[in-house]
């Protein structure tokens, strides 16, 4: 079973700044299936990108996603207000546990 | 608008048993695969269960096994997720989130189970 590992557990940054998060793969996966999600306090997690760098519907271009193999990255290159939330990848079944983005 | 909408949630003893639902709109119910994940408080997500869009096939947690039903009436749009032996590690709120096992695209709000004496 695949592992998922994000980091850093909490990322301190200001608005503006530029956030960059990790999600490791305990093997090789295909990128199409790594996807991200945001959740922001008492909602429901949304859909931010898929297969590893296609922004969803409606995700503003400031986030974008990389990666291939066991490394993936999420960037948002200038922190909104609205940004500050936990951020999840996702491969089939399994979740990382999380990646909270939180003001400095 | 596309929702999906969950009820059910509720205080239950250890041993009980809930039904948990979610009702949906805005897109063609039958046409797609549903899931159930949760969520315990102050933690991560945990991927629950899932169905087709026919019923045909679900699929468990290993945590989950034996003691959770998922299942589905497409005609009413809805999906329904049977919870018993509860376990006081089953306290979570539950969302149902349309999509095949690579993509979630759209959760609903969620649903507060909490199994307590």
């Known amino acids: 079973e695949i592992v998922l590992t994000q980091s850093p557990g909490t990322l301190s940054l200001s608005p503006g700044e530029r956030a960059t998060l990790s999600c490791r793969a305990s093997?090789?996966?295909?990128?199409?299936?790594l996807v991200w999600y945001q959740q922001r306090p008492g909602q429901a997690p949304k859909l931010l990108i898929y297969g590893a760098s296609s922004r969803a519907t409606g995700i503003p271009d400031r986030f974008s996603g990389s990666g291939s193999g066991t490394d993936f990255t999420l960037t948002i290159s200038r922190l909104e207000p609205e940004d500050f939330a936990v951020y999840y990848c996702q491969q089939g079944k399994t979740f990382g546990q999380g990646t909270k983005v939180e003001i400095k | 608008e596309v929702q999906l909408v969950e009820s059910g949630g509720g205080l239950v003893q250890p041993g009980g048993s809930l039904r948990l639902s979610c009702v949906t709109s805005?897109?063609?119910?039958?046409?797609?695969?549903i899931n159930w994940v949760r969520q315990a408080p102050g933690k991560g997500l945990e991927w629950v269960a899932y169905?087709?869009?026919?019923?045909?096939?679900?699929y468990y947690a290993d945590s989950v096994k034996g003691r959770f039903t998922i299942s589905r009436d497409n005609a009413k749009n809805s999906l329904f997720l049977q919870m018993n032996t509860l376990r006081a590690e089953d306290t979570a709120v539950y969302f149902c989130?349309?999509?095949?096992?690579?993509?979630?695209?759209?959760w609903g709000q969620g649903t507060l189970v909490i199994v307590s004496s």
């Open positions: 805005g897109f063609i119910f039958s046409t797609y695969s």
């Open positions: 989130a349309r999509g095949d096992l690579r993509v979630f695209d759209i």
């Open positions: 169905i087709s869009s026919s019923g045909s096939t679900m």
């Open positions: 093997q090789s996966i295909s990128s199409t299936y």
